[in-house]
């Protein structure tokens, strides 16, 4: 019922920039909240930005002040630009959506996930 596409992730040596993007489309479903997530080699799943429909943002500690988070909510479109890259932000980054039919009945969905490799 929710599409999720990311793109913009790629190779990038350290101290360099990336802008990642994510779409979430539906015809039956309202989307909320939208967020990045990454994981790296043998880690969990880890939060990295969110974005609520209304503008809340949360960040991890390991980013914040080099990482942001925007939203255009006409297209249901998030990005994060991502400065000051170290290697240790080496990882798939996933999108992940919240919809529903109702701010009370919610459910996630997940995209297909983009490399971001910071390397020399």
């Known amino acids: 019922q929710v599409q999720v596409v990311e793109s913009g992730g790629g190779l990038v040596q350290p101290g360099g920039s990336l802008r990642l993007s994510c779409a979430a489309s539906s015809t039956i479903y309202s989307i909320y909240d939208m967020g990045w997530y990454r994981q790296a080699s043998g880690n969990w799943r880890e939060l990295v930005a969110s974005l609520t429909r209304g503008g809340t943002t949360a960040y991890a500690d390991s980013v914040k002040g080099r990482f942001t988070i925007s939203r255009d909510n006409a297209e249901n479109t998030v990005y994060l630009q991502m400065n000051s890259l170290k290697p240790e932000d080496t990882a798939v980054y996933y999108c992940?959506?919240?919809?529903?039919?109702?701010?009370?009945?919610?459910?996630?969905?997940w995209g297909q996930g983009t490399q971001v490799t910071v390397s020399s």
């Open positions: 992940k959506a919240i919809a529903g039919p109702s701010s009370s009945v919610l459910y996630q969905y």
